[in-house]
């Protein structure tokens, strides 16, 4: 029998549920719907009786206070569905499930439940949603709230009316292995090959594939030809940072190389790699003594104090969160926790910056087959925290960025901070030490995730590789963590790693990339039969980890995952025989020499090329009323607070939150950075996290914006206390397509300024993460790219906690300094984007911002720093104003004490201009003396002083007034009073 | 020393920080997996106190503390109806606080009816915020002097007796079944009442409702915590756990200190040691 239970709200309250709905419904244009109800519908498939029925509903799925319910049976689906339409006649509903074979928790759990309470005999179990309209709507109407608010076609259906329930689809196991011709196939065969069975490999790697196989005398397996395209994709492999490159640039293009003379690049270059040429190559050089681990493992580590060790790690989830936001975005976080645990961290803290097209964005504007700015902003924050928040994980730190360049291809960069004991990552498997995988099990999710992000997005993307995207499920990933936080303690592995793209493929092909391995597929337990040996070894299934276990210790891990509901497979051993071998019943489906699997690619050399873009060098500023200026400044959807999004994160679980990412009177202000204290380390130390990234300036200048988002991602861990002496990055590029020159030229002067700018501040990269091919093709045929987007992560060691100082102003009376210099650097500012100029001069590298920084630092170490903001967006203004907000009180600043160049001579200028480096400081008048000693030297001034009035007043460079504005009025606009750009 | 046992299911994520407050306040935290107790391999009647922490047990996957609260009808009902019949202190927090009032643990039966199956009848719920939102933010609590919960009673007559402390969740907004307020109020199981700082002006709380967001959730008469009639059971949504030193305070850097929610636990601890 099939049954129906539906469950809806019955009480006269508000269902909050409905009237968000509501409010989406509007927002695409329909006004006709004058009510909605939401409603939960569990499908059920067994035998049970009518007071089973009732007893399932009441015991596990109706709350008695508010919900009502009622249910329906037939004996097949299609008799449901009669029963249900005969009840229901012609009510304007939509109902949205999931796709067969969609990876759905809450149909799992009460599966298992309902087992396990004895009720009835229950076999299978699918979930909905019903949304019951009313109003004027035609048939058409519920099908653009269908599929433009309630349904994601990529991984959901709906219909108008009952739902058919998605049961997981019986199958049988299949043991189907092809043997694909390579050898006697010709270059335009092995092109064709590459792309129908979606590897994504060049003619040169399927030719050297073809060599490998003649000389074996064999040809391959769908196993092993698969394993390779995995193995040797942008994602696994990062081709293109590892690639010879021919660059060549415009005469006169120039660098800073600290310790060098600076001077003009050559106009040809032959680059040996980018990753070990400038990222890796300025960690190496700068050889702080404090990094334990960069760019070996999953995420970088740093000493934190004498006992433990701080690890980072930040990824992109982007052609997924294209797709389908929510599952993009909710394994994005999900992935990178798992690079954490992958090296015994016990993640204490996630960052997330995204990047999304404008929100009021007319729907009629979106291209096709792409989903609306709001929807992907909606769904992918939705998704951050229902991963981050079911983790018990405080997700901290981030930023929101809009642009129209993000419409087609938004960014989601997650992070992920994790803590461990000195000597507990260990990454040596042993011959004879068991392959054991822990956590989820594996389906047909996320096939082919790996290569896919070489491809560019199309109209038609969502439609062929709609498999592609995963879905999560936090709790079986945090009962995982649990397991291997405890085999950690207990030293029961000899190493570890993560299921992230390639699946096993990757992770005991990596794992074993030293010693070997031989895994028996059959052993995999699997969500549901029918999955082929090759889509086993590849499947992209969230909430795995691999380990290398000793024999000895796997009946201790075995007890261990018992009790914490983990389910533990070995599913084969490591051998010392240099090979990757594949079974399948007994069966070999691949064998192949790991050198080959992880060096036989050829390494590509590639083409860029450098030009400045054609923009006017103009600094012309207009003389607009600045007050006002200002104001639409703060309410600008990059600069306006992010409170709403960042309260639906869990930023205090763990309880090291010290500082919070909202700080000030009423807790609303924006923290520079945030500062945790984890509870498991001894004494106060802190870790400061922090972010820079400017696509704006990288459109004009990408070398210049290297330098200025690793000063931003600096200058906002010291402003809060960081030490800057003891700050690592991380880099995470995204990007167009590389095999573009230009691209590509572009690629290179960032990495050129990345390189510079690290040896200048003395900050090593420990890890990094590119993510190209961000274009859309339209249906057109015409090729878009992302503006440059270089993230720049920062984490810092504040020496003690209870000395961090925040961002909010805090006494009337107290004297305001200005340090670090202001030059006129309007180029990709937000003060000419607002008046829609482009063009000028962005913020050139400050070579000796270190030494500020540092003595701003010593500063705050003793003491004498009462608050702390960093100047970026919007420059001065924005930063004062956001002091003021945050401290609810008021600012006097004269702009004639300002430090500046002399090119500075506008008021406009001297307000907005985003010149690196810069701070305002809130000083109590009688530690001014230390203070002004502790900077002197420096570029340092004071600027003004705190007032009690609750009024902004800026007098001009000349004489003056040129802003005034009380506290509330600049709260109304940064909080986003009659802002169009709701979420 | 008593012997905090601290209930882990899968999906639990406040324990350690449940643990470090217990500690902190000069107890013995255990944590143990759900599992343990239904494998009788542990008992419940070993301790002194129990706290149901934090988080998303079973991944909250049939609406908050459903599934926890389950396990707390079927597969511990008797051992839970001595500990809590004996006196022995239980705190809920947050999904703790869901599991008990989805059980019926909370408010609870009165004292004179106690036995038999399903003598916990659910009165209460905690369903999805009235923002439709999960809500990280911290509040202010105010202990209810009429309360006989044995966690705040003591705190409930000092001048500075309010709390602050963050709330973290997306279904905390309190319901009871028609007719029930008036029974938690004259029995005095209203243990905590959300408020809008810390002062108190000396107006009845019925004269100055808490709106949001000082109220978070949109709870019924702004109520953040109840007990059962006996008082030794108590179920919150907000974290005391988090404010247990000063740094966690939001505006520490300002000079503000006060308002440590550790006392809760220092209360129950007094309590349990007591008995």
């Excluded at chain 1, 005991?508 to 052993?523: C, H, I």
Aim: contains cysteine.
């Amino acid at each position: 029998m099939n049954y129906c239970i539906e469950v809806f709200w019955r009480t006269p309250q508000r269902d909050g549920r409905a009237t968000d709905v509501s409010t989406q419904v509007v927002q695409v244009g329909i006004e006709g719907a004058q009510s909605v109800r939401v409603s939960d519908l569990t499908f059920v498939r067994g035998e049970l009786s009518a007071s089973e029925v009732k007893r399932l509903a009441k015991e596990l799925l109706v709350d008695p206070i508010v919900e009502g319910y009622r249910w329906w049976s037939g004996r097949s689906v299609p008799a449901l569905q009669a029963e249900r339409k005969a009840d229901q006649g012609a009510e304007l509903a939509v109902e949205v499930g999931y796709r067969p074979g969609v990876t759905d928790p809450v149909a799992e759990h009460l599966l298992r439940r309902a087992r396990a309470l004895r009720i009835g005999s229950v076999k299978g179990v699918a979930t909905g949603a019903r949304y019951l309209f009313t109003g004027d709507l035609a048939s058409s109407d519920l099908h653009q709230i269908a599929e433009q608010v309630l349904c994601n076609d990529v991984i959901e259906t709906y219909t108008l009316g009952p739902l058919p329930p998605a049961f997981v689809p019986r199958a049988d196991p299949s043991y189907e292995v092809a043997v694909i011709p390579v050898r006697e196939a010709d270059d335009e065969a092995l092109a064709r090959m590459s792309v129908e069975r979606v590897l994504f490999l060049s003619l040169e790697e399927m030719q050297a594939i073809q060599r490998e196989f003649r000389t074996l005398g064999r040809d391959p397996t769908d196993v092993e030809l698969e394993t390779l395209a995995q193995t040797w994709s942008e994602h696994c492999q990062h081709k293109t940072f590892k690639a010879r490159i021919d660059f060549s640039c415009q005469d006169g293009m120039e660098r800073i190389v600290p310790g060098a003379e600076t001077g003009a690049l050559p106009c040809e270059e032959t680059i040996d790699g980018l990753l070990n040429t400038y990222i890796r190559g300025a960690t190496e050089q700068l050889n702080r003594g404090w990094v334990r681990s960069a760019f070996v493992d999953n995420a970088g580590i740093i000493d934190f104090d004498a006992a433990s060790v701080v690890s980072f790690k930040v990824e992109t989830h982007n052609h997924p969160s294209a797709l389908e936001p929510f599952g993009g975005a909710n394994t994005g976080v999900g992935g990178v926790i798992r690079d954490i645990i992958g090296v015994s961290g016990r993640p204490v803290a996630n960052t997330d910056v995204l990047c999304f097209g404008p929100l009021d964005m007319q729907t009629a504007d979106v291209p096709e087959g792409v989903l609306h700015p709001r929807r992907i902003a909606r769904g992918v924050i939705a998704g951050i925290e229902d991963y981050g928040n079911k983790m018990g994980i405080p997700t901290v730190s981030g930023a929101i960025l809009y642009d129209h360049g993000y419409v087609a291809n938004p960014l989601i960069y997650c992070g992920c901070v994790g803590l461990a004991r000195k000597g507990q990552h260990r990454r040596d498997p042993q011959p004879g030490d068991l392959c054991v995988a822990l956590g989820g099990r594996t389906g047909r999710d996320g096939l082919h995730g790996a290569t896919f992000s070489s491809a560019e997005l199309t109209h038609e993307t969502g439609q062929t590789v709609g498999s592609v995207v995963q879905i999560g499920d936090p709790i079986t990933e945090k009962a995982m963590m649990e397991a291997v936080m405890r085999a950690r303690d207990e030293g029961l592995y000899h190493a570890i790693t993560d299921c992230g793209a390639g699946g096993f493929s990757s992770a005991a092909g990596e794992m074993g990339r030293d010693v070997g391995v031989e895994v028996e597929l059959s052993d995999v337990p699997l969500k549901y039969p029918g999955l082929r040996p090759w889509e086993i070894w590849l499947s992209e299934a969230q909430e795995r980890m691999v380990l290398a276990v000793p024999q000895k210790h796997l009946p201790r891990l075995r007890e261990i995952c018992e009790e914490l509901d983990v389910e533990l497979t070995v599913i084969g051993h490591f051998t010392g025989k240099g090979r990757l071998r594949v079974r399948y019943e007994g069966k070999t489906v691949a064998d192949m020499d790991m050198d080959f699997v992880h060096d036989g690619w050829p390494r590509p050399t590639m083409r860029a090329e450098w030009q400045p873009p054609a923009v006017p060098d103009v600094e012309g500023v207009s003389a607009d009323d600045l007050t006002s200026v200002l104001l639409r400044l703060l309410a600008d959807p990059d600069v306006a607070s992010k409170e709403k999004v960042i309260r639906r994160y869990d930023h205090e679980v763990q309880g090291a939150t010290v500082v919070k990412p909202l700080v000030g009177a009423v807790n609303d202000g924006p923290s520079d950075a945030v500062v945790l204290s984890p509870w498991e380390t001894e004494g106060w130390r802190g870790i400061a996290l922090g972010c820079g990234i400017n696509p704006h300036y990288g459109q004009i200048d990408p070398y210049a914006m290297a330098w200025a988002v690793v000063d931003e991602a600096v200058r906002n861990v010291v402003a809060v206390g960081g030490d800057p002496d003891h700050t690592a990055l991380l880099d995470n590029f995204c990007w167009g397509n590389p095999a573009l020159p230009d691209r590509l030229g572009a690629l290179v002067r960032a990495a050129q300024g990345c390189h510079d700018a690290a040896l200048a501040y003395g900050t090593p990269f420990i890890s990094g993460k590119d993510s190209l091919n961000n274009e859309y093709v339209d249906p057109h045929g015409e090729k878009r790219a992302i503006p440059p987007t270089l993230l720049i992560s920062s984490l810092s060691v504040v020496p003690d906690a209870r000395k961090a100082v925040t961002m909010d102003l805090k006494r009337p009376g107290d004297l305001l300094y200005a340090v670090g210099e202001t030059r006129a650097e309007m180029g990709g500012a937000l003060y000419r984007r607002l008046h829609g100029a482009v063009g000028g001069k962005v913020p050139a590298p400050v070579p000796g911002a270190v030494e500020v920084m540092r003595a701003l630092h010593r500063a705050i170490s003793d003491g004498l720093v009462r608050a702390c903001h960093d100047l970026s967006e919007g420059g001065l203004a924005v930063a004062a104003a956001e002091m003021v907000i945050a401290g609810r009180v008021g600012l006097e600043v004269d702009l004639r004490s300002l430090p500046r160049t002399p090119d500075v001579q506008t008021d406009a200028m001297a307000l907005f201009s985003e010149s690196s480096a810069r701070f305002l400081v809130e000083v109590a008048p009688e530690a001014a003396a230390t203070f002004e000693a502790a900077l002197s030297g420096r570029p340092a001034a004071q600027l003004g002083y705190v007032t009690q009035e609750g009024v902004l007043c800026v007098h001009g460079i000349g004489s003056g007034v040129v802003i005034e504005c009380g506290v509330d009025d600049l709260v109304r606009r940064s909080f986003g009073e009659g802002a169009k750009t709701k979420l | 020393m008593v012997d905090v046992l601290i209930l882990h299911a899968t999906g639990t994520n406040r324990d350690r920080e449940a643990a470090w407050a217990v500690e902190k306040a000069g107890g013995n935290p255990v944590i143990l997996h759900v599992n343990a107790l239904r494998d009788r391999t542990t008992w419940l009647h070993d301790f002194q106190m129990l706290i149901l922490p934090g988080g998303f047990s079973y991944g909250d996957a049939l609406g908050a503390g459903r599934l926890l609260a389950s396990d707390l009808r079927w597969l511990f009902e008797d051992e839970l109806a001595d500990f809590i019949e004996s006196g022995k202190p239980i705190l809920g927090i947050c999904n703790g606080f869901q599991a008990l009032v989805k059980s019926g643990w909370l408010p609870g039966p009165p004292g004179d009816s106690t036995s038999g199956l399903l003598r916990t009848q659910v009165e209460a719920t905690l369903t999805r915020n009235a923002s439709n939102r999960f809500e990280c933010r911290w509040v202010w609590l105010e202990p209810e002097p009429e309360s006989v919960c044995v966690f705040t009673r003591g705190l409930a007559g000092r001048e500075d007796a309010r709390i602050t402390c963050p709330v973290a969740h997306g279904e905390g907004r309190f319901v009871p079944d028609d007719g029930v307020l008036g029974r938690l109020h004259a029995r005095g199981q209203i243990a905590l009442t959300y408020v809008s700082g810390a002062a108190r002006d000396g107006r009845r709380r019925s004269e100055s409702p808490a709106n949001y967001p000082a109220n978070p959730n949109g709870s019924v008469a702004d109520i953040a915590g109840i007990c059962n009639e006996q008082g030794n059971v108590l179920g919150l949504m907000p974290h005391p756990e988090d404010h247990i030193v000063p740094w966690q305070h939001p505006r520490w850097t300002r000079g503000e200190r006060g308002g440590l929610a550790l006392d809760l636990f220092v209360e129950g601890l007094a309590y349990a040691r007591g008995r």
